[in-house]
């Protein structure tokens, strides 16, 4: 079974299925005398598509941690999300019979649009098509020109502010090559920190780790 949360606030039934889009940049270019040849880039933002059903009534199989909500609550974080306009975290939560976690995705994604289905058999129970984006944070840096000597000297520039993101890095997704010592030098400054991280994300094996997987940083 599964359990899912949108910006902290559980769903109250979590989606039977949910798609996981990984885009790459790469392009395919024509050179002259070889055809066709593929430039390889990084990956581009995962995208996350999938559909919740928002009970107008408690059912025994939903599911919820401060009291029944209707479907009107969800509407309207939902809402919040997309005119906020800021990143919030996703959760989704493989769980067994007897609660226990096996495999964890949390990101940090915006909601790029959502759709409200209404179906008469569904009675009055709504069910909502939501699709995120992975999101990463950036700095911003501003530049002097340095005054020069001489009319004909190329101009030089040098940094005097570093803007840094609100937050540090909560999640990571690995790519081809990626090992759990690597990320954790590059993304923490300490790749000593892989026990820590394999076990934060319920790693069993820290060698094995996939392209494409989503690491809780913190």
Known sequence: MYSCSIDNVKLPVAPSKIARKINTKSKTVDLMNLGEVNILKEPGLTEISFEVLLPSVEYPFAVYENGFKEPLYYLDLFKKLITGKKPFIFELNSLTPAGYSLFMTRMEVTLESYSIIEDSSNGMDIVVSLELKEYKRYTTQTLKMLESSSDSE?????????????????????????????????????????????????IKNPDLIFPGQVLRLR
């Open 154 to 202: 190329t101009p030089k520039f040098v940094i005097v502010e570093e803007r840094p993101a609100k937050e540090p890095v909560k999640s990571y997704t690995v790519i081809s090559g990626d090992t759990l010592w690597t990320i954790c030098k590059k993304q923490l400054g300490d790749g000593s920190k892989y026990k820590e991280i394999a076990t934060l994300n319920n």
